[in-house]
């Protein structure tokens, strides 16, 4: 058994090592040993590197982490059907038991029992992992690695757009972090009217303008709530995406919402917000669901169509690329919001 350099999650405190781990030489009946090509860092990653009280539950050290990535097929277990050695593959992290009531529902994004890729099992910042068949997905083989490697958050973002009416309807998207910025793209490309869309950081506002936002505003200097209802008729708009995670933000989108309108919050909060529910949510007659992963795997060929019809263009959102064993300076910049994806490599 061969060793290789993972970034490893080594002590139940923060911080993230790299180090020599063992290859995985154990490929189940339906799994599937796959060699990394790329993989990106995640907001989630950030989270397991600062040691979050969600991290405390859910990861048990010493753990491989990273599930954003393009790899190869080098193996397969005796029963896969659907992969051969050599295809070209990234991956829905969540991996579904099959069994629970969610999953003989037609909900395998909430199971009962899920484990995710690189939180539960090792992940794929390192050389090799080993991940059900089920949860390979087969990519073109003309997709850039770069965003073959976030088509996991853009799932995230395709999901949120998507889970309504988008065409012709008026859109505030609350936060453009790397899935904001993703959302824009999607909303924009399936027929969205007026995308508004509030950020803080310079860097992520000028890449909403370039994802096709029609207003980008920041919550910290103008009235986004103003703003919208001279833009509407003082109707406000028909769909709101929370992809912020701040109460503020979810205030704002609230009070911003047409009667009637579509609520879609993507967001996971620090701690749980107070909302306005009797005026900004009952008497108004909101929709408000929340989301969460990626529809196992509607959202997939949702993906696959933008991608293969080139309805989205994503290059501009990689803006930094380091080799694996940098990967304290990607995870630098993404916590100042100099960085939208990092994608490592690995050596
Ligand atoms: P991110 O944290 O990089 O993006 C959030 C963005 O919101 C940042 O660019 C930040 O500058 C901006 N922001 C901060 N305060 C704001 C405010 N008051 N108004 C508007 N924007 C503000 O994260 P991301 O990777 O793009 O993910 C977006 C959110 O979705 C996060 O909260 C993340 O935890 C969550 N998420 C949820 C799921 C799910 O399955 N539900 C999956 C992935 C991520
Ligand atoms: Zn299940």
Redesign the pocket.
Known sequence: MGTQKAIVKENPEAGLVIKDVPIPDKVGPKEVLLKVKAASI???DLHIYDWNDWSKVNIKPPRVIGHEFAAEVVEIGKDVTSLKVGDYVSAETHIACGTCYMCKTGNKHICQNMKIIGVHTDGAFTNYLVIPEENAWKNPTDLPIEIASIQE?LG?AVYTVLSGDIAAKDVLI???????LMAIAVARACGAGKIIV????EL?KNLAKEMGASFVLD??KENVLEFVKDLTDGLGVDVGLE????E??LE?LLSSMKKRGRVSL???FDSDPVIKLNNDVIFKGLDIH????RLMFQTWYQIKSLLENKRIDLSKLVTHKFPLSKFEEGIKL?KK?EAVKVVLYPE
Do not use: D, F, Q
């Open positions: 995640c907001g989630t958050p995230n609350t936060g453009a972090g790397p899935i904001g509030t950020e803080v950081s992520r919550p910290t992809m912020s995670g701040k503020s933000a704002t993507l967001g996971v929340g989301i969460t992963g993404l919001g």
